[in-house]
């Protein structure tokens, strides 16, 4: 089968390659891919920024349809609409995999990066990863369940957004209009904050119900949500924050930057983070999408078969709509 492939190490390095059709290990599943979501991840394993094990297929958003067992599963697997959790493999025995907390497991492998991913007709996982999705949700707009799960990991373990809170997110786009409506969802008064290039994303926000802003004035808040990566996003977070604020960095920013990170000495500003997504994180994402507390449809802007990944990579780096993704039948 082909998958987009990264083949070697650095910048660039990505093609559509003949892959190894996968075979369902015992208690792992083998999907039909329906879709494959393209992540700033992406981006950073397309440009040398983010860890890859080459060659491997790239793409960890993943919806699908249950295609085969492996030994141990049980049948009623058969044909049911999935997504995934991207870990592949932990150690299992560590203190962060013994407390559920896989995604810091020095040793873990996620699809996409460390083994085969999702950018290809066929997908292999463990069973363990499954999450049933509803039958009203489109399969295609599924993908965006597991950048929710990382937001959830981020924002709701334990929540920094306290009922009735000003709350500030940094970057619209599909984490941070996710991180939008998870923090509304908690109780806080959303402002979307982008740049005159997000003109598609603000949009959308508003679409949303959200207040935005793209240059002037940005509001000060009790909770800021950084999920744009860039130096000038952290630095405006950071400024904006009132003092004893709260600050949670979603956003990667891919290399180093610098940032004025006195101010959270001189706000005592509280600065909190989330590494991907956690079991107990997933369970949270999948019971907000059920009571349609966080809107997955919206958010999708283009479905693109595999032969056109280099102008849905294109058109995600320019910010030209929200999500795109990748259907490789």
């Known amino acids: 089968m082909r998958g987009l492939t990264k083949l070697e190490a650095g910048v660039g390095h990505v093609a559509l390659a003949d892959r190894p059709e996968p075979s369902p290990a015992p208690a792992h599943v083998v999907l039909d891919v329906v879709g494959a979501g393209i992540c700033g991840t992406d981006l950073h394993i397309l440009d040398g920024e983010f860890a890859a094990l080459p060659p491997v297929t790239m793409g960890h958003e ?3 349809v249950v295609r085969e067992l492996g030994v141990g599963v049980d049948p009623g697997w058969i044909g049911a609409r999935v997504v995934s959790e991207t870990y592949f493999s932990t150690c299992g025995a560590c203190e962060w995999c013994d407390s559920g907390r896989t995604n810091l497991c020095p040793e873990r492998r996620s699809i996409g990066s460390g083994i085969d991913g999702a950018f290809a007709p066929r997908l292999q996982v463990p069973v363990q990863n499954l999450h049933r999705i509803p039958d009203w949700l489109d399969g295609h707009a599924a993908v965006l369940c597991e950048p929710l799960a990382c937001v959830c990991n981020s924002l709701l373990d334990p929540s920094p957004v306290v009922d009735g809170d000003e709350v500030l997110v940094i970057g619209p786009g599909p984490v941070g209009l996710l991180a939008a409506q998870v923090g ?146």
């Open 62 to 64: 993943v919806s699908g």
């Open 184 to 329: 509304r969802a908690a109780g806080g008064h959303v402002h979307v904050r982008g740049t005159p290039r997000d003109k598609a994303r603000l949009a959308k926000a508003r679409e949303l119900g959200f207040q935005t802003s793209d240059e002037g004035d940005c509001p000060e808040a009790d909770v800021v949500v950084e999920c744009s990566g860039s130096e000038r996003g952290i630095a405006l977070g950071l400024e904006r924050a009132r003092r004893r604020g709260r600050y949670v960095q979603i956003g990667l920013a891919g290399k180093p930057v610098t940032v004025p990170l006195d101010l959270v000495c001189f706000r005592e500003l509280s600065v909190t983070s989330g590494n991907a997504s956690t079991p107990r994180s997933w369970g949270t994402a999948l019971e907000l999408v059920e009571a349609r507390a966080v809107l997955l449809e919206p958010l999708l802007s283009e479905v693109v078969p595999l032969a056109g990944w280099e102008r849905a990579f294109a058109a995600t780096r320019a910010a030209e709509g929200v999500k795109f993704v990748l259907d490789p039948r």
